[in-house]
């Protein structure tokens, strides 16, 4: 016989009243609230994903060449399951670059990875990708951060950001004062996504009082960057540079100036007016041709324009500008092998006179002790080359960055130097090899092919993940039950190795370190073409 309410509706109203809730909480597991609107993630192996969130309005149209513009606000909730196209790009053969194909302008996005949208307020750890300003997106299956959110109960948060000419063209002394920031549009969607991230994350269980920003290479670039603008001093509490690509910080306004004339000479463009009519597809082909001319793929990166950002960063670290936060930075042991073994590039015959004019161009009479030094701590002049342009291209810039900030705030040093099992190259410890460690993504297969199956990799990423979490958590990396990771200062210059041991060094390489003591690495000397010029047999880069 059913059962029925009928005599005594109030009894079908209490339970209506006590099982709604319940339904409403298991309906909205899965769903934020964003200042745009809702966003529905998915729950995927203990982890709430949400793909492709925007934080800024598509900058097509026009808002091209334009700042970042606040989102547009959407009714009911929105399906956020899927990445954002990727920002418009030349797509190469770079592993670490992988599924970045599908593109568009609307791509101002982001990806979040939480343990539950609850009011649980985990450290947000937010990660900026490399690329060399032109490449690159938060689609790249080696940056998933569900082993990292789930290994740490942390909230990982990936974004894209604007690249090549619709990013870092500079515009101003072109079109007038509305596009004085014309040159570091990239830079500003950065800005634009940490400020989502402050206003946002919560609703993800986040906290948004302790953001650690991370990154490698051009992403490593972009920390040092954002640690010395205004805009940016409540957006993060701490910052990771994985292999700072130092020589790439900015370029001065009459050079940038220079260079967006040239591109717009060869797009066939007179205005920006007419820059604007044209296809983003148009604007990305042509970036191969304007490498193939006096540029080279280094071209396009952020400009010292007074506006955004006011001269180069490590001047304004040294004068004590930056933020004063816990900073963890280092190198990667063989960076150079990337560039020899993806793209193919003969440096090891590199002859020892042209490297010696190349070094000569920002170190002066010193060149020729400097190459010396190397050649004779290396078994073969081959070698030689690579560490003296791994040294040159990163790891100085790395040594430079530390020795300034380490006097007024805790700052903590690596050395990455696990070597690749990979039978398809010897990449050594190459540029990005330690992406798939930091991640926890060392058993994907495209990572495999990178890393190899070397056997002592899955304590070392395991070791890799819980520093990286812990600094987010504390702002400082040692490991409970390991050796204590020590502050880096100019007396011990400790380094912790990350490689087949994990141990603490004291200045490592002290040879070859010293014999750059009179090289700046501030991006004046050696300016960008200069260092660049390194990763070339005779002239100009390539990437």
């Not at 899965?30 to 203990?46: F, K, M």
């Not at 797509?91 to 599908?102: A, F, K, L, M």
């Not at 071209?299 to 963890?328: C, E, K, N, Y």
């Not at 200069?530 to 390539?542: D, I, M, Y």
Request: proline share 7%; hydrophobic share 40%.
């Amino acid at each position: 016989m059913p059962i029925v309410f009928i005599s005594r509706p109030h009894h079908a109203a209490w339970i209506l009243a006590a099982i709604f809730p319940l339904l409403a909480n298991a309906r909205d597991s899965s769903v934020a609230v964003t200042d745009a609107g809702e966003v529905r993630g998915a729950e995927e192996s203990g982890i709430l994903v949400f793909r492709g969130i925007p934080y800024a309005a598509a900058p097509a149209g026009d808002l091209r060449f334009e700042p970042p513009r606040p989102a547009p606000r959407w009714s009911g909730v929105r399906d956020a399951l899927d990445f954002m196209p990727a920002c418009p790009q030349l797509v190469g053969r770079d592993p670490t670059e992988n599924n970045n194909s599908i593109m568009s302008e609307d791509c101002l996005g982001l990806n979040v990875w939480t343990r539950a949208v609850d009011h649980g307020r985990r450290p947000v750890m937010v990660f900026i990708h490399g690329g060399a300003f032109i490449e690159g997106s938060a689609r790249n299956s080696w940056q998933d951060g569900a082993a990292l959110a789930r290994r740490g109960n942390v909230v990982v948060v990936t974004l894209q950001y604007r690249l090549g000419p619709l990013g870092f063209l500079e515009l101003a002394r072109i079109g007038g004062s509305d596009y004085a920031s014309s040159g570091n549009l990239g830079i500003l969607d950065q800005v634009a996504a940490l400020r989502w991230v402050r206003q946002n994350i919560a609703g993800f269980g986040g906290d948004p009082d302790n953001v650690t920003l991370f990154g490698e290479s051009v992403g490593a670039t972009s920390v040092g960057i954002l640690m010395t603008l205004p805009s940016t001093r409540d957006l993060f509490h701490k910052a990771i540079l994985e292999s700072n690509s130092g020589t790439r910080v900015g370029h001065n306004l009459g050079r940038a100036t220079a260079m967006a004339r040239a591109y717009m000479r060869l797009v066939g463009a007179k205005s920006v007016a007419d820059l604007k009519r044209m296809r983003w597809q148009d604007l990305r082909d042509a970036e191969q041709r304007f490498f193939d001319s006096a540029f080279g793929d280094s071209t396009f990166g952020p400009t010292w324009d007074g506006v955004v950002i006011a001269g180069p960063p490590l001047h304004t670290i040294q004068s004590g500008g930056a933020m004063r936060i816990p900073v963890l930075l280092g190198t990667n042991l063989d960076e150079v092998r990337y560039w020899t073994e993806i793209e193919e590039l003969p440096l090891q015959s590199k002859p020892r006179p042209t490297l010696t004019k190349q070094v000569a161009a920002f170190a002066g009479s010193r060149a020729e002790d400097i190459v010396s030094t190397y050649a004779r701590l290396n078994p073969t002049f081959g070698d030689a080359v690579l560490q003296l342009e791994t040294d040159a291209l990163w790891r100085m810039a790395a040594i430079r960055m530390a020795e300034a900030l380490c006097q007024r705030q805790p700052v903590y040093m690596y050395l990455f130097s696990y070597q690749s099992s990979s039978p398809n190259a010897h990449y050594g410890a190459a540029h990005a090899m330690e992406l798939p460690f930091v991640f926890g993504n060392i058993d994907a297969l495209d990572a495999i092919a990178f890393t190899g199956r070397a056997p002592y990799r899955q304590a070392l990423m395991e070791y890799m993940q819980d520093a990286w979490i812990q600094f987010a958590r504390t702002g400082n990396p040692s490991v409970t039950g390991t050796t204590p990771w020590p502050q880096y200062e100019t007396a011990q210059r400790a380094t912790m190795e990350l490689g087949p041991v994990i141990r603490v060094l004291s200045d490592p390489y002290p040879e070859q370190r010293k014999a750059w003591a009179d090289v700046p690495f501030d991006n004046v000397r050696p300016d960008g073409d200069q260092a660049t010029t390194l990763l070339s047999e005779n002239g100009p880069l390539v990437h």
